[in-house]
Structures are given as C-alpha cells and as structure tokens.
C-alpha cells in the first residue's frame, strides 16, 4: 500500500466511523488543532517571558516551575470538585490523595522534575527560534532508551530518520555559535530534557496501573510530589533570596502571567489528548512538527532576528528528520496490526 492509499483509508475510515457529516467533523478537527497550536505556542511565549525577560529580570526557574505544578494540583482539585457539583457537564476522575499510589508514582516524578526544569532550563538559556532544535534529540533517546531498557529494536529507516535529526541539531548548533548566540549550557539542558521525556513515556507505562489508567490522576499525584520535591531545591539553589529581592513580588501583573502560564501548563495536558482523540496518535505527532515550524518563524519574527540559510537548513533537517520518523513508525504499527489480523483471520479458518 503506496502513502497515498494509506491516507485516503485513513481519512475514508475516520469519516465512515462517525454520524456526522464530513464538513462538521472537518471543522471541529480543525478547530481542535489551532487551539492546540495556540496553547502550546503561547505556553512557550509566556514561560520565555517568565524565565528570561529582561523587563522582569527574574533569575528563579525553579520557583516558576514550581508554582505551575501548584497551579496543576490546584486545577486538578477544581475540576474534581465541578465534577461532583455537576456531573453532567464536567467529567473528571474522582481524585483524593493516597500516601500508598503517591509513592508508587515517585519514581515518575523524579523524572517529571527533571523532564519540566530541564525544559525550563534550555528555554532560558537558548531562544524560542532555536528551542525546537535545542531539545530535539528525544526522538533519539526514544531509540536508544526502548533498546537498552525495553530490548526493543528499530527498522533502519527509523535509525536514518534519527540520523537525519542529529544531523540537524549538530548544524543548528554551529549556527548558534557562528552567529555568536550559543548557549552551551541550553544546548546541555536541551539534551538532559530530551532524555527525560523519553524516561517519562517509559516510566508513566510503568505507573499508570497504580492509578486505575487514568492520565488524569497520574498528572495530579506527579504535580504534588513535584510540589513537595521543588521545595528543598529552591532553598538549596538559594531561589529564596532571589524571591526576597525581587521588586515585582507584590506586583498583579507578574502573578497574573504566572497563573497563566499554570493554566497553559495544565491545558496542553487537555488539548494534546483532545487532539489525539479526535485525528490519531500519527496525525498528532505530524501536528506538533508543523506547530513547531509555525513557533520557530513566530520567533524569529517577534525577536526581530536575522538568521542564515544554514541555520533555517538546521529546522528543516529536524523537522522533516521527525515527521519521517513519526511517519515510518506509523506505516510500520499498520503492518504489525494487518499481520496480527491476517493470523486471527487465519487461526479462525483452521477452527472452522
């Protein structure tokens, strides 16, 4: 089956499932993708703002973290609350804390912690424009760490994908450094971020049947142990003389942006599920490429930046090095699942 075949079954079979007329079902897809676009931008806009903006010249990453895991934790319980008020227009998993699941997850949430500061970390150090090349080697470590922990191996065409990849990080860093703005330690940061999503993918696999399965009460017990985890680490980096000092601590405005930048947090949760549950796993992956194209031009026009051929080479070398990926291992899933199918098929006929 050529690409164009699989996508006209794909899209015949996602229209044929559903009652609705073709051009509704279009339009709440499209829909749902722009406002996973703009949650997910604007969440990298307004974390930027918060971690590095000269006009707040606020130097505590840690306590910024910190405070969306709180915003996290406090959501969770607000919809568990509107959950049981009115249960026919809010549908949310009844969540009470557990000391017993609250340390079966703690494994993922060291992890998490790393995943999301490291994340922090590399945004505050690199650019927006350059952020999606910075932490782009987690297709990689998805690779490697499915080998070495999971004894899984990978097609060839998926290993020359990553190859493309890292060929695109490795010229995106020699851009960034002959255009003066490399940041070896975002660069570092990016990587240990990139190595922490690919162990939370494989951690969370590991928990989820310590919370029933539900995404939902995984995200509310990995955000209160972060909550709880942040507290010595901001004392020990010295992040509470930072606070002490800073002049904006009083202002409305700064915790106006920081209680949206929890909220953002906490909606690309939603909307990334949203997303998958309304085109598929593959078609959400090839989103987030296009969305990271769409932030890197953003970027680069909001900042007013100049950037050289090489270095618009070094995006398209990860871009197309992920939606390839993402693209080999989907045809790959189909070819597993139609010769799961032919055998059932097969073992069904020798019975009869």
């Not at 090349?133 to 020359?160: D, E, P, W």
């Not at 003066?180 to 969370?204: D, E, M, P």
């Not at 078609?283 to 100049?306: I, M, P, R, W």
């Amino acid at each position: 089956m050529n690409i164009n075949s699989l996508k006209r079954s794909h899209i015949l079979k996602m229209a044929m499932s559903s009652s609705e007329p073709f051009a509704t079902r279009a339009v709440k897809i499209t829909c749902v993708v722009l406002v996973y676009w703009f949650v997910s931008i604007t969440m990298v806009f307004v974390n930027k703002y918060l971690l590095a903006s000269p006009v707040l010249q606020l130097d505590a990453p840690l306590f910024v973290t910190c405070f969306q895991c709180f915003m996290t934790v406090l959501l969770c319980f607000l919809l568990n609350t509107l959950a049981m008020l009115c249960p026919s227009l809010v549908q949310f998993p009844s969540i009470a804390f557990d000391s017993k699941v609250s340390r079966e997850v703690l494994p993922l949430s060291i992890v998490f912690i790393g995943m999301i500061t490291f994340n922090n970390l590399c945004l505050k150090n690199v650019g927006v424009a350059f952020y999606n090349v910075g932490r782009s080697l987690t297709t990689v470590f998805n690779v490697l760490l499915s080998y070495v922990m999971l004894k899984q191996t990978t097609s060839l065409r998926a290993i020359l994908c990553c190859g493309i990849i890292i060929g695109g990080f490795c010229l995106g860093i020699n851009q960034e450094g002959a255009a003066g703005s490399l940041s070896w330690s975002g660069v570092t940061f990016g990587v240990i971020a990139s190595l922490c999503v690919s162990l939370n993918a494989i951690y969370t696999k590991k928990v989820l049947p310590a919370v029933d399965g539900s995404i939902w009460k995984l995200t509310y017990y990995n955000n209160i142990n972060a909550c709880i985890l942040f507290v010595p680490l901001i004392v020990i980096t010295g992040e509470l003389k930072v606070l002490y000092d800073f002049d904006k601590l009083g202002s409305y405005s700064f915790w106006i942006v920081m209680v949206l930048g929890g909220v953002f947090g906490f909606a690309i949760g939603y909307v990334t599920g949203l997303q998958i549950k309304f085109t598929s796993p593959l078609t959400h992956n090839v989103s987030g490429t296009a969305k990271a194209c769409t932030q890197t031009v953003l970027a680069v026009t909001y900042f007013e930046e100049v950037k050289t051929f090489l270095w618009w080479m070094s995006n398209l070398l990860v871009l197309v090095g992920s939606f390839a990926y993402t693209w080999v291992k989907g045809l790959e899933m189909k070819r597993v699942q139609e010769q799961t199918l032919n055998k059932n098929q097969e073992k069904n006929e020798a019975k009869v």
